[in-house]
Structure formats: structure tokens, C-alpha cells
């Protein structure tokens, strides 16, 4: 499924909470799509239970996944992710970062290719190169 890097500096779980949210922003995972149970993923990726019990439940309160129980953890809806906080807040964390790249020097032009690219990348819209 993916890969995690054991000598990062970022705790297990949140590289796994940034790959299962990629897979599910890109549309790997689709709505309502079963995740691995706690226990297959741990042995797949040979690490302890718990850490994959606390990256779905950071999931899940981030409302990526939600989960059933006895039936396992699935893939929340994307309507239901759209939640107006979380916006403010991701929009907030993008300004700062824009703040951050425009200062190091990259052009509002670059800025705003990377988001068509990206946008058209995940099937939003057209690129117009």
C-alpha cells in the first residue's frame, strides 16, 4: 500500500495519517472503501497495533474515516469532509505558507501554475500549458 520512513523524525502515526489522507484526497481510497484492519495493517507494515489504532482514530476525528463497530474502519464521504472549520483552518495554514514561499522568492505566476497543475493533476479542471 505504502511505505513509511522509521527514521523520520515524524511520529509513525502521523506519516500514516498523511499517506491514508493522501490516498483518500487523491481517490485511491474511495467513499465508503473498507481500510485495513488494525491488525492486517500492522503486520503488513510490522508495526505495533496501537500506532495504527491512534492514526485511524486522528483520522476520524479529522472525519476522513469513520468507523463501524465490529465491521472495521471505512472512507467518510467527501461531502461529509467538507466541514466549513476545517476549511478555515487549512486556509489559514495555506496563507502562511504562501506567505512563507513568497518571501523565499517564488513568483505569484509559479504560485498559481503549481495550483492549475495540481488542480488539474487530481482531475479538477484543465491545464493550459
Not at 483518500?24 to 488494525?38: R, W
Not at 467538507?82 to 505566476?109: R, T
Amino acid at each position: 500500500m505504502f511505505e513509511l520512513d522509521m527514521r523520520s523524525r515524524k511520529p509513525i502515526y502521523e506519516q500514516l495519517v498523511d499517506k491514508l489522507k493522501e490516498l483518500i484526497i487523491n481517490e485511491v481510497l474511495k467513499a465508503d472503501e473498507q481500510l485495513p484492519s488494525v491488525r492486517t495493517l500492522a503486520q503488513q507494515l510490522t508495526i505495533n497495533p496501537n500506532t495504527i489504532q491512534k492514526a485511524y482514530r486522528e483520522l476520524e476525528v479529522q472525519s476522513f474515516i469513520y468507523s463501524i463497530k465490529g465491521k472495521g474502519s471505512f472512507v467518510n464521504p467527501n461531502n461529509q469532509t467538507k466541514d466549513k472549520e476545517k476549511i478555515e483552518a487549512v486556509m489559514k495554514e495555506l496563507e502562511k505558507l504562501v506567505l512563507e514561499v513568497l518571501y523565499l522568492g517564488v513568483s505569484a505566476e509559479e504560485l498559481v501554475k503549481k495550483i492549475h497543475d495540481l488542480d488539474a493533476s487530481k482531475g479538477g479542471g484543465e491545464s493550459n500549458d
